[in-house]
């Protein structure tokens, strides 16, 4: 395929290279996640200005030939989420929502669901600034895993189905299993399962929250799921955060 790509896309990364270019790695509805070269970006005259930055998004032409590496043509500024930028904690769940997304969905296949999910979460903390805590990070990682037929068994045992007595969760299982089954997890208590059941239930502006101990809990039942089941490493979900619960 050689040609003019035209898409949206979400900036993941951008990296120096050479004098004066940069690599981006761009999350797109239709082409999953892509790199593209933008020649002569960091020279002051730039037509691209400060566009190719992380967390825009973007209306994009690439070229595409027979090099994986597509070329930027143009690139128009659909958002910037300058607000996000002026807040850290934003900022930092900007970025770890970004490396969520650039690990778990790393390739070309075909995500609009995604894609429609990391503009409402970048959206929400270009808007909401204070929305940015360990919550809210996880309740988004829990929706990436749904987009990803990921989503842990919460309604019942994970290996025997027991609707009852459910205390522990197991990323090989699946999710959450009951006392009988609990030898293959750890202990997850009803805030924590509440809290995920809630989360993946509600829009991410309205996803619940919970004690630090529970969001704990969850953040290493999320971990367990995209070891287990994917093979992916997230890097932790707060750091900055831990001071925001
Ligand atoms: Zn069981």
């Known amino acids: 395929m050689s040609g003019a790509l035209k898409t949206e896309a979400v900036v993941l990364r951008s990296l120096k290279y050479g004098e004066a270019d940069r690599i981006l790695h761009l999350y797109t509805p239709h082409r999953g996640r892509i790199a593209a070269i933008a020649k002569g970006v960091r020279r002051a005259k730039s037509r691209f200005g400060g566009r190719l930055e ?45 490396d969520a997304v650039s690990r778990l969905f790393e390739t070309a296949d ?32 829990l929706k990436l895993l749904l987009a990803a037929g990921l989503a842990p068994q919460l309604a019942a045992c994970a290996a025997c189905g027991e609707a009852d007595h459910l205390a522990a969760f197991s990323g090989a299982a699946g999710g959450v299993v ?62 900055a955060l831990d001071r925001r619960l």
């Open 110 to 141: 075909p995500h609009p669901g995604v894609f429609a999910l990391l503009c409402n979460e970048l959206a929400l903390l270009d808007a909401r600034p204070e929305q940015a805590t360990l919550a809210n990070q996880l309740a988004f990682r």
């Open 178 to 239: 009951c006392s009988a089954c609990e030898a293959t997890g750890f202990r997850l208590g009803e805030e924590a399962h509440a809290f995920m059941t809630g989360a993946l239930g509600a829009a991410l502006a309205d996803a619940p929250t919970a004690g630090e101990q529970a969001l704990r809990q969850a953040e290493r039942a999320i971990a367990d799921t995209v070891e287990h089941h994917a093979h992916v490493r997230w890097r932790s979900a707060s750091a």
């Open 54 to 98: 992380p967390y825009f998004r973007l209306q994009m032409v690439l070229y595409e030939g027979r090099s994986e590496l597509l070329t930027v043509t143009s690139a128009d500024t659909i958002t910037g989420h300058s607000h996000l930028r002026e807040h850290g904690p934003a900022l930092d769940s900007a970025a770890r929502a970004c």
